[in-house]
């Protein structure tokens, strides 16, 4: 979108990008502050019906703008997200609120003292914390239906699931309420909700960016990472928050690569195939749609087969409720009638799965991590259906899947649990099908967040993926 001084007005600033937002506050053409009184304002209108916000953080935002404004009135130097807003899913410490987790016992909890790292690195670059986002309970859900705050919705049809466990995350950036916001990924929750929702998501390499004052659901797979409504705002959030944290043991102690300046580097040259045998099983035929759509742009026929991959979502499973369950073990004993039943039930489940089970996942983890590396020394980027479906109906208990009646909730991440369970980076980018979008999943080798986002950028540049305007908002 080409931003000109007499029509950049804080009234349109929901049509702007992240990178148009920070330009025009840099060069005087808005302010901060009325970008801030804008975001604001579409919060207060259109939250009503999309539920995304559990806290917003007005006088604070307020105050982050005044402050870029002043900064630059004085010729100081701002950063590359001047002015921007975000928002940050209610895990993230906030210096002043309780971190809920979206759990009613979370709610107890004194107020942070301090902000999560990947919010102090995005307020060093000069972004403006709106508030804070609406999840599933302790991250264990890929529906974005929450039992205490209510179902944050779909912006293309709020009739539907915006997806978990970052549901708010992803209906707030999906609906234009903020340019950007940060979510966590253990077993999709960053692709899933931007799959639903029709946007961009970013799920880096395990330990990329730092988890330091984030409540934890899975230790060994989390993620944090961004959303956005195009990759070069992916890319701009990306860079700002990368770097070593001493504050986090998994955090990486590589130097911050960063991406901006290679997206659009040529792609000709990479090796692109789509992931077969499994990833090409239970699909409905949207999803198979959005995969061919990206794999005959990029002129990529090549099929590998990532081996055991079934395995791999069963092995992730147990992993995942064990750990989970040992995090709350206090917390079950204590209250348990103050869980959301579903997930108190698997985590109860989790907490008597014999331990010489839980050694056997993490044995075949290795090796299954060992199996898909050596598949990328023949290949550079590797495509896969982020979701099986469009967002179902919320409250939609089941779907049929290759002729089987399946459990909606359960099902979900079928095709992202496989691959965070190793950690690898994916880029989720959205196809905008009718009636509704639906994403696939660009998966790249450790440390390659750079190719990933390359190939995104390339299809975005052709109009294959793209974030369509929210329909389900008056």
């Known amino acids: 979108m080409s931003l000109q001084p007499d029509t950049a007005t804080?009234?349109?600033?929901?049509?702007?990008?992240?990178?148009?937002?920070?330009?025009?506050?840099?060069?005087?053409?808005?302010?901060?502050?009325?970008?801030?009184?804008?975001?604001?304002?579409?919060?207060?209108?259109?939250?009503?019906?999309?539920?995304?916000?559990?806290?917003?953080?007005?006088?604070?935002?307020?105050?982050?703008?005044?402050?870029?404004?002043?900064?630059?009135?004085?010729g100081q130097k701002v950063g590359p997200l001047a002015g921007v807003p975000f928002a940050v899913k209610n895990l993230f410490d906030v210096q002043g609120l309780a971190t809920r987790a979206g759990s009613k016992i979370n709610r107890d909890l004194k107020p942070s003292t301090r902000d999560a790292t990947l919010i102090e690195r995005m307020d060093a670059a000069g972004a403006v914390l709106v508030g804070a986002l609406n999840m599933g309970?302790?991250?264990?859900?890929?529906?974005?239906?929450?039992?205490?705050?209510?179902?944050?919705?779909?912006?293309?049809?709020?009739?539907?699931?915006?997806?978990?466990?970052s549901g708010g995350s992803g209906s707030a950036v999906g609906g234009g309420l903020v340019p950007l916001a940060l979510g966590s990924d253990t077993n999709g929750s960053i692709r899933v909700p931007s799959s639903f929702c029709g946007i961009f998501g970013l799920k880096p390499t395990y330990g990329r960016l730092?988890?330091?004052?984030?409540?934890?659901?899975?230790?060994?797979?989390?993620?944090?990472g961004p959303f956005a409504r195009s990759v070069?705002?992916?890319?701009?959030?990306?860079?700002?928050?990368?770097?070593?944290?001493?504050?986090?043991?998994a955090c990486t102690t590589r130097a911050a690569e960063p991406v901006m300046s290679s997206l659009t580097h040529d792609i000709g040259g990479l090796?692109?195939?789509?992931?077969?045998?499994?990833?090409?099983?239970?699909?409905?035929?949207?999803?198979?749609?959005?995969?061919?759509?990206?794999?005959?742009?990029?002129?990529?026929?090549r099929t590998v087969e990532i081996p055991e991959a079934a395995r791999a979502r069963a092995a992730a499973y147990v992993i995942s409720t064990t750990e989970g369950a040992s995090l709350h073990l206090d917390r079950l004993r204590r209250r348990p009638n103050d869980f959301d039943p579903a997930v108190r039930d698997r985590l109860i489940a989790g907490a008597m799965i014999p331990a010489p089970l839980v050694d056997r996942a993490q044995k075949f983890r290795r090796w299954y991590r060992a199996q898909v590396l050596e598949l990328f020394k023949s290949v550079d980027v590797i495509?896969?259906?982020?979701?099986?479906?469009?967002?179902?109906?919320?409250?939609q208990a089941t779907f049929v899947l290759d002729g089987v009646e399946l459990p909606v909730r359960a099902n979900i991440g079928i095709h992202t649990q496989p691959i965070s369970f190793i950690g690898l980076p994916v880029v989720a980018v959205p196809v905008p099908l009718?009636?509704?979008?639906?994403?696939?999943?660009?998966?790249?080798?450790?440390?390659?967040?750079?190719?990933?986002?390359?190939?995104?950028?390339?299809?975005?540049r052709t109009g294959v993926v793209a974030a369509p305007s929210p329909r389900g908002l008056s």
């Not at 730092?210 to 944090?224: E, G, Q």
């Not at 070069?232 to 770097?243: P, R, T």
């Not at 992931?275 to 035929?285: D, E, L, R, S």
């Not at 495509?383 to 409250?395: I, R």
């Open 383 to 395: 495509l896969a259906p982020a979701t099986p479906c469009t967002a179902p109906k919320l409250g």
């Open 271 to 301: 090796r692109i195939a789509l992931a077969g045998g499994y990833f090409q099983k239970n699909v409905f035929p949207e999803a198979v749609e959005a995969v061919a759509r990206v794999a005959r742009a990029l002129g990529a026929t």
């Open 210 to 224: 730092s988890r330091a004052r984030s409540f934890p659901f899975v230790s060994s797979f989390d993620h944090l």
């Open 137 to 165: 309970e302790y991250a264990y859900d890929f529906t974005g239906e929450n039992v205490h705050d209510g179902p944050s919705r779909n912006p293309h049809d709020v009739t539907r699931m915006s997806g978990g466990s």
């Open 10 to 74: 804080a009234a349109s600033t929901d049509r702007l990008s992240a990178a148009e937002i920070a330009q025009a506050v840099a060069d005087g053409r808005l302010s901060a502050l009325d970008v801030t009184e804008a975001a604001l304002a579409r919060i207060a209108r259109h939250d009503r019906i999309l539920n995304s916000f559990t806290d917003v953080t007005a006088e604070r935002a307020r105050a982050k703008a005044r402050a870029v404004d002043a900064a630059i009135a004085n």
């Open 232 to 249: 070069g705002d992916l890319a701009l959030a990306y860079d700002a928050m990368q770097g070593p944290d001493a504050d986090d043991a």
């Open 434 to 460: 009718e009636p509704m979008p639906i994403g696939v999943q660009i998966i790249a080798a450790p440390w390659r967040e750079d190719i990933a986002l390359r190939v995104a950028h390339a299809l975005e």
